[in-house]
């Protein structure tokens, strides 16, 4: 009893650091996952996990205004900003709810807010408001953390309908493109002497003609493609921004794309922690729990208190984007994502082995938590990748 009392005083402590409207959202979506995901509704969402993207569960959060976080209510969405996406975020991977086209959806409509034109926001916002899903892609067969060396090109040909561009390359990691609306394609538009100029933002439908996606099979179903683009025709309005200017708006992204990694990881670390913390109380060895003894109870300490330093670093940081959405946040981005990933598959290491040999059977799910958080140390820029930024900006 006293121990359950310590952890809700500490989590209401935590959570008056956020706005009435903010612990308001908390409150429903955790009462939404706990009615909707009960009973293995998240294995019938998901086909049995093969698909971790359920277009039923997103037009159920676009419903009530979940999905539309972040976009203006000009566009039918709910406004907001990164601090309420991140809760939204930790919230619903907390839960495991099959909603993995939310990430890519919500990396392209901060791009959107910042450099896409009155017709592109008033078209692609207003589906993902109504629960649509968007993606994007970078990496390439043969780039990856050097995303500045895309080769995927787009040339600009006039048509009767006028411009349009002509889009050839492959691609690969695409996360959600099978089910997205419009896949968000970096591409070269031209040659320069540097390699981070003459790069693009393309916006291409899912339906163009000349664009093949096929699965990349994962340990976690189907949360990534491999795209062929081979004269992909789109109107020249497809452009986002300025021709030339990608990669610029790319680095603007990247802290969008980190801080939103950030709380959908530590969502997952959450829940790892959650599972394990259960299991070490109720499973008894040498006639009590296993949780009674020290070595565990002195994992669960750590990782409690790691779990509570990320937390404030990570809605830190979503603060400070809210407060300049077009200031860039190297280091601070980083670190978050650099924390909140690395701390997932701790949690699912130390949770695996907390669990002893049940932590290794798929039906206890720690295995599957560990395999999303590998992933999650990876796309996004790895963590070796986050290190190197954090230590660029301490003049390294």
Same mark, same amino acid.
């Given at each position: 009893m006293f121990a359950a009392m310590l952890d809700t005083s500490l989590a209401d402590h935590v959570n008056r650091t956020l706005s009435t409207?903010?612990?308001?959202?908390?409150?429903?979506?955790? @009462?939404?996952? $706990? +009615?909707?995901?009960?009973?293995?509704? $998240?294995?019938?969402?998901?086909?049995?996990?093969?698909?971790p993207h359920s277009e039923t569960m997103a037009r159920e959060l676009a419903e009530r205004g979940w999905w539309g976080l972040m976009i203006d209510p000009r566009y039918g969405g709910a406004g907001g900003g990164f601090s309420d996406v991140g809760i939204f975020l930790e919230e619903t991977f907390r839960a495991q709810a099959p909603i993995a086209g939310y990430v890519p959806t919500f990396i392209v409509v901060a791009a959107l807010n910042a450099f896409g034109t009155e017709a592109q926001c008033q078209e692609l916002l207003g589906a993902v408001a109504a629960g649509g899903v968007l993606?994007?892609?970078?990496?390439?067969?043969? =780039?990856g953390s050097d995303a500045a060396s895309v080769t995927t090109s787009a040339r600009q040909e006039d048509s009767r309908d006028g411009p349009v561009w002509v889009i050839n390359g492959e691609k690969r990691w695409c996360s959600s493109a099978h089910v997205a609306s419009h896949i968000l394609v970096i591409c070269r538009t031209s040659e320069e002497s540097d390699r981070h100029h003459?790069?693009?933002?393309?916006?291409?439908?899912? +339906?163009?003609?000349?664009?093949?996606?096929?699965?990349?099979?994962?340990?976690?179903g189907r949360v990534s493609n491999e795209l062929v683009l081979r004269d992909v025709r789109v109107?020249?309005? @497809?452009?986002?921004?300025? @021709?030339?200017n990608g990669?610029?708006? $790319?680095?603007?992204?990247?802290?969008? +794309?980190?801080?939103?990694?950030?709380?959908?990881?530590?969502?997952? @670390?959450?829940?790892?922690?959650?599972?394990?913390?259960?299991? =070490?109380?109720?499973?008894?060895?040498?006639?009590?729990? =296993?949780?009674?003894?020290?070595?565990?109870?002195?994992r669960f300490a750590d990782l409690a208190t790691e779990l509570l330093k990320t937390r404030l670093l990570v809605r830190w940081v979503a603060g400070l984007v809210d407060e300049d959405p077009a200031r860039l946040l190297p280091r601070e981005a980083s670190m978050a994502k650099l924390a909140a990933t690395e701390l997932a598959k701790r949690c699912a290491l130390e949770g695996l082995q907390a669990m002893g040999a049940n932590g290794y059977d798929t039906q206890y799910g720690m295995v599957r938590h560990l395999q999303a958080a590998l992933g999650a140390t990876l796309?996004?820029?790895?963590?070796?990748?986050?290190?190197?930024?954090?230590?660029?900006?301490?003049?390294?």
């Open positions: 409207e903010q612990q308001q959202i908390l409150a429903d979506l955790r @009462a939404y996952c $706990t +009615e909707r995901l009960r009973d293995g509704a $998240t294995a019938e969402l998901t086909r049995g996990y093969t698909e993606a994007i892609s970078i990496t390439e067969p043969l =780039v003459g790069l693009s933002m393309i916006f291409v439908p899912r +339906e163009s003609e000349g664009l093949e996606i096929t699965a990349i099979e994962t340990p976690i109107p020249g309005d @497809a452009l986002l921004g300025t @021709a030339g990669w610029v708006q $790319t680095v603007a992204g990247l802290n969008a +794309e980190r801080v939103i990694l950030a709380a959908s990881s530590l969502g997952l @670390a959450q829940r790892a922690f959650d599972d394990a913390l259960a299991y =070490v109380q109720e499973r008894k060895q040498f006639g009590r729990p =296993v949780g009674s003894f020290q070595s565990q109870q002195h796309y996004g820029g790895t963590s070796e990748i986050q290190r190197n930024i954090i230590a660029k900006t301490l003049g390294l």
